[in-house]
């Protein structure tokens, strides 16, 4: 009777004001955090699909800790409920934990009032990513090689093979070849490989897809950008 008549959320005594100030700053930063990430991010992904995310996971964690902070009873509680859920999705970038990583900690510090520890965290974070990609831009000027993404799709098999026919026609062609992600899936078997090289683009580009239908695999160009050398 006492949960239905509301005396339970009355022994919590959130504060309505605090909440309120507490869910729009953690939007509008994590909404922050997310043009930051689209601009500067290098993550090979679908960025704008990963990040669509980020206000979602800071209000929540935000929520969460509004909530438990008031309630020894209900912190407790929260650790017994997580200990059941698992999370399937890997994240094979480190840059897009860090920026999750972002997410939770402007949630945790906006839920528990911390409000100007938020904005100052947040501040930092802008700070230090635009100087940091500043001076990696220097780096990108008056520069002739061009960086080309390129992923590789067909059977595992074949996928398998193809990694040595590229380690092959880096050492005789002189190129930069990362191979950036391997993934060995059956049908949908991948190689993301990142490849440089300073002339003939255009002979490259047929030597690829030449030797990738030999294979009986399809080549995609993902971008087209220039790094420095």
């Given at each position: 009777m006492d949960f239905l008549s509301g005396k339970l959320i009355d022994d919590v005594n959130i504060s309505i004001g605090s909440t309120i100030i507490a869910i729009f700053l953690s939007g509008l930063s994590s909404y922050i955090i997310r043009l930051i990430y689209l601009k500067y991010g290098k993550s090979m992904n679908n960025r704008?699909?990963?990040?669509?995310?980020?206000?979602?996971?800071?209000?929540?964690?935000?929520?969460?800790?509004?909530?438990?902070?008031?309630?020894?009873?209900?912190?407790?509680?929260?650790?017994?409920?997580?200990?059941?859920?698992?999370?399937?999705?890997?994240?094979?970038?480190?840059?897009?934990?860090?920026?999750?990583?972002?997410?939770?900690?402007?949630?945790?510090?906006?839920?528990?009032?911390?409000?100007?520890?938020?904005?100052?965290?947040?501040?930092?974070?802008?700070?230090?990513?635009?100087?940091?990609?500043?001076?990696?831009?220097?780096?990108?000027?008056?520069?002739?090689?061009?960086?080309?993404?390129?992923i590789f799709e067909g059977k595992r098999e074949a996928i398998?093979?193809?990694?040595?026919?590229?380690?092959?026609?880096?050492?005789?062609?002189?190129?930069?070849?990362i191979l950036k992600e391997i993934t060995l899936d059956g049908d949908t078997s991948r190689i993301t490989a990142i490849i440089s090289q300073n002339e003939d683009e255009i002979g490259l580009i047929k030597t690829l897809d030449n030797l990738s239908n030999k294979s009986n695999l399809t080549m995609s160009l993902v971008s087209d950008v220039s790094v420095a050398s």
């Open positions: 704008d699909y990963f990040a669509g995310i980020f206000v979602l996971l800071t209000v929540t964690t935000c929520v969460v800790i509004v909530v438990v902070k008031y309630s020894l009873a209900l912190s407790l509680g929260l650790v017994g409920a997580l200990s059941i859920v698992r999370f399937r999705a890997a994240i094979k970038e480190p840059e897009e934990l860090v920026y999750l990583f972002i997410c939770i900690a402007l949630g945790i510090a906006y839920g528990s009032n911390q409000f100007v520890i938020g904005l100052l965290f947040l501040a930092s974070i802008i700070f230090i990513v635009i100087i940091y990609n500043f001076f990696n831009s220097k780096k990108i000027i008056n520069t002739d090689i061009t960086q080309k993404v390129l398998s093979s193809f990694t040595e026919k590229l380690k092959n026609l880096k050492s005789s062609n002189e190129l930069e070849i």
